[in-house]
């Protein structure tokens, strides 16, 4: 992240969201907006002396720390590790820009006077020869799931949340310790919570097998309680992925294998966890200190938006789709835009580092190459015939045709030469290069000589 | 008297990048398929509009078989869902016509399945050899 | 006792368009005039006695054609249940601008229904007259599924041999609206012969009507040879519904299915090649 951010040809725009998006491959016009910080970047030396001199000392939730702790209305991001390592003021806590009232002490104890709440948003003009989306994903929110009792114990946590108590830049300093802050003697680890679910989501997450396994040897490490994980299957398919669950069942913790079907919130605190062990052939039931959820992850709230902006498609889960999913899993139906990490699918780090290296390499090949190689086969539009009824615009999976004027208009830069249009047209308005109906009429005349 | 036994004529429009290639590869592995087979290659199934198809059965096809790629592995993202609405809905309307929607045919074959490929077009000559000349069905 | 006469349908369409005649630039409707009914564009101060409504004529192209010349024009149309329909379908292909466009639908008299075997006589923007019940169905459309294939081949070959290629059928369509006619395309249909064996000229009508067909029975009543295409499309129409769930007309926001992917307009039935 470092790295990116100090590269001199990678301008990071942060608080930024893309508004609108224009043009084609090679020529795409990127609108921005960017929102204000209220902190001027050039003098701000990410010191934390507004954060020190804030008096909101209630705070809002941390939303890093995944709500297990608060921040103040001014903060450095990501607990203070960011890049750009700047502060950055939320307008919907701080009290000033909310409710108009503040001594603004921050302002007082910036040595550069870098707070500005002046500063207005500003909407920037990008011309870009190519695109890579890489918006990432949403987790499961638990409490759809009403037999897991989420919201009822605070010592129900989802694995991003324990993530955190185990950080030392974490609420806890990396120690584990249950919502009463001691540690737990018993933890249980629940798999495939959204995931694997006709309720919730059919397909399976990927990652949480793995960081299940983690966070059980992470127990086990710094507490020495006892875990349990409820789980239907073990997915290690990565390398080393295996020797570490023999490592972890090595460790002692316990697997049941059913799945965690039920926590009921005992009158004591405890949780209880239901389930049926399939090897035994038995339900149980166990009482732990703290439940581990390793929920699904889910494409974006937003995703909709996203893919309307940048012409994506969205796969049956909902996670954007690649063109192709063997060969081509980080392009896009449109050229010049391409997929970089989860949100075209659940994956771990190795995979989406792979993933988004090949995608940044995509982007720069057209950068380089200055050109772009078009099928022969594409389509042409014979405008005298087309009657704009837009079923080729419907039918085109590359959105290479649109209606201006009335008339089918096609791009062939986009325009692959599949010939669905043409097959479409009901006035015989789009011609297939190479591949006209005369051109196959003559082929069937030829072919049916044979006798 | 012998009877010339009936060799139906079968015109096969073939995707480019599955059935195309799975015809190829049935050949190169030396497995055999019906002569009566007689290729078009098309870059997507999604090409074959029903007046192509009519027009084949006019020029005196007995039997037409429509081939492409798997459902999500079409080559141009979904030019075979159109492929797989249009198809069936004209065998229907064959049917309906009086002619019999047998002699037309959706395969899809991949790239891959060489074996596949003889085994479908074997199947389908059979068939369209027991219905018979189209000429007959539809002689005035 | 004093009890108003209730008007009778032709009376009570002729006020509403009288009304409505204030606020929009015409009213399409048919017209008597001393060489027959046509369609004609009704302004204020027309003579409104001589706006008939029979006999039925489409008149989306000619909706189709104003909307087309005159971008800003505001029209109003009498029309039945099939007409409201046929717009619906032209809308979702640009023909019409729907918001340029005031339906003063009429519903059809029980007898009209029944002569259509009309599943629907009377439009949602329903203004003049009553709902009937729909026609019974075609009874060679009911028992379809039982003739056998020998019979169908019979029939339709005797059917389309009476075609003469006038063209009425296509040209009365309120659907169609390409300028150039893929049946009048040499590719597929050969110029200067009439009935081929293979009948290529009522199959392709058939397969374009079938997201469009709207069972107004125009083609049937229009056609010299008196061949039941109807027949044909009633069946198109039945295969629609039943494999893509869709009805023509019945809903402008549903996409042309057969335009669309899987995803957007899935298929119902297991055609056998879902793998």
């Given amino acids: 992240m470092m790295d990116a951010g100090r590269h001199p040809n990678i301008t990071l725009m942060t608080y930024s969201e893309v508004e609108e998006v224009s043009g084609y491959i090679g020529q795409f016009k990127v609108k921005v907006r960017q929102r204000p910080r209220y902190v001027d970047m050039d003098l701000c030396t990410g010191c934390g002396a507004c954060v020190e001199a804030c008096v909101f000392k209630k705070g809002v939730p941390n939303e890093f720390d995944e709500g297990l702790s608060r921040r103040k ?89 324990f993530e955190r108590l ?81 490592r972890v069942q090595e460790e002692g913790v316990y697997f049941v294998r059913g799945r965690g079907a039920e926590i009921v919130v005992l009158e004591n605190g405890k949780l209880q966890i239901k389930a049926e062990d399939t090897t035994l052939g038995i339900p ?57 990490g989860t949100c075209q699918s659940p994956k771990d780090v190795p995979d989406t580092v792979a993933h988004a290296n090949a995608a940044a390499a995509e982007a720069l090949v057209i950068l380089d190459r200055g050109e772009v190689l078009i099928s022969p086969t594409t389509a042409m539009v014979v405008e005298e015939r087309c009657v704009g009824c837009g079923d080729c615009v419907l039918v085109c999976p590359y959105s290479a045709i649109s209606l201006l004027n009335s008339k089918a208009h096609l791009n062939s830069a986009l325009c692959k030469g599949c010939g669905t249009c043409v097959a479409t047209c009901p006035s015989g308005a789009i011609e297939a290069l190479h591949f006209t109906d005369q051109q196959i009429v003559a082929e069937i005349e030829g072919v049916l000589a044979w006798q | ?111 891959a399945e060489g074996p596949r490929f003889t ?21 005035a | ?100 466009l005031f339906i003063l639908g009429i519903a059809c008299t029980a007898e009209e229904a029944e002569e259509c075997h009309c599943a629907a006589p009377f439009p949602k923007h329903l203004v003049v007259g009553k709902p009937v019940a729909p026609g019974s169905p075609n009874p060679v459309v009911a028992e379809y599924d039982n003739t056998p294939l020998a019979k169908r081949n019979a029939f339709w070959r005797r059917q389309f041999a009476k075609c003469i290629k006038c063209y009425g059928c296509r040209n009365i369509c309120p659907e169609c609206f390409c300028e150039d006619c893929a049946m009048e395309d040499p590719a597929w249909v050969e110029p200067g012969l009439l009935a081929p064996p293979f009948p290529v000229f009522h199959l392709i009508r058939a397969m374009h009507m ?27 129409r039945r295969d629609m519904e039943a494999t893509l769930g869709y009805i023509p007309g019945e809903d402008i926001k549903a996409p042309p299915p057969l335009s669309v992917t899987l995803n957007e307009a899935p298929l119902l039935v297991n055609t056998g090649h879902m793998d």
Avoid at chain 1, 108 to 119: G, K, L, R, Y
Avoid at chain 1, 205 to 219: D, G, I, N
Wanted: hydrophobic share 40%.
């Fill in chain 1, 73 to 161: 209305g001014v903060y450095i991001p990501m607990n203070g590790q960011g890049v750009p390592m700047k502060a950055v003021i939320d307008e919907d806590a701080c009290l000033f820009l909310h409710r108009g009232k503040c001594v603004k002490k921050c302002m007082d104890a910036c040595p550069t006077n870098a707070i500005d709440f002046d500063q207005k948003e500003r909407l920037v003009d990008l011309e870009v020869g190519s695109i890579v989306v890489a918006t990432g994903f949403d987790k499961f929110d638990a409490a759809r799931l009403s037999a897991y009792s989420w919201g009822k114990s605070p010592n129900i946590i989802d694995g991003l949340q």
């Fill in chain 1, 166 to 246: 185990s950080s030392a830049t974490g609420p806890t300093k990396g120690e584990i310790l249950t919502a009463e802050g001691i540690k737990p003697s018993r933890v249980a680890i629940i798999h495939c919570v959204g995931s694997r679910d006709e309720n919730a989501n059919r397909y399976c997450s990927r990652v949480c097998c793995m960081y299940a396994l983690k966070h059980a040897h992470l127990v086990r490490d710094k507490t020495g309680a006892e875990v349990f994980e409820f789980y239907m299957d073990i997915r290690a398919f990565g390398k080393g992925y295996e020797e570490f669950y023999e």
């Fill in chain 1, 284 to 340: 149980v039931a166990i009482d732990v200190d703290m439940a581990i959820l390793a929920t699904a992850m889910e494409p974006q709230t937003d995703a909709d938006h996203v893919a309307a902006l940048f012409g994506l498609s969205r796969s049956a889960d909902g996670f954007f789709q690649e063109a192709h999913p063997k060969l081509r899993p980080f392009h896009t139906n449109t050229d010049g835009v391409f997929l970089a």
């Fill in chain 2, 1 to 111: 008297m012998a009877v010339e036994e009936f060799e139906p004529r079968i015109v096969a429009f073939m995707c480019n990048w599955c059935t195309y290639a799975g015809a190829d590869n049935a050949g190169v592995a030396r497995l055999e398929s019906p002569a009566n087979i007689l290729p078009i290659r098309v870059m997507c199934s999604g090409r074959i509009s029903p007046e192509l198809v009519l027009r084949t059965f006019r020029e005196g096809a007995d039997g037409v078989l429509v081939m492409g790629c798997h459902l999500g592995d079409c080559h141009y993202s979904s030019g075979n869902h159109r492929t797989i609405k249009r198809i069936p809905l004209l065998k229907s309307l064959l049917g309906f016509a009086g002619i019999n929607p047998e002699r037309l045919q959706l395969e899809w074959v991949s790239a």
């Fill in chain 2, 119 to 139: 085994q479908v077009t074997k199947a389908f000559v059979e068939r369209v050899r027991t219905l018979g000349p189209l000429s007959e069905e539809v002689a």
């Fill in chain 3, 1 to 100: 006792m004093n009890e108003q006469p209730v008007p009778s349908i032709i009376e009570a369409i002729r006020q509403t368009v009288a009304e409505r005649l204030q606020e929009l630039d015409g009213v399409v409707a048919l017209r008597r005039s001393s060489e027959g009914v046509a369609p004609h564009v009704f302004q204020q101060g027309d003579d409104l006695s001589e706006l008939e409504i029979v006999p039925r004529y489409p008149l989306t192209t000619v909706v189709s054609r104003l909307h087309k010349s005159f971008p800003e024009i505001r029209l109003g149309i009498v029309a039945r249940g099939c007409d409201e329909r046929a717009f619906v379908e032209m809308a979702k292909r640009n023909q019409i601008d729907p918001d340029r």
């Fill in chain 3, 210 to 236: 079938a997201s469009r067909c709207v069972a107004c029975r125009q083609c049937d009543l229009t056609c010299p040879a008196h061949i039941p295409l109807t027949v044909l499309y009633d069946l198109m």
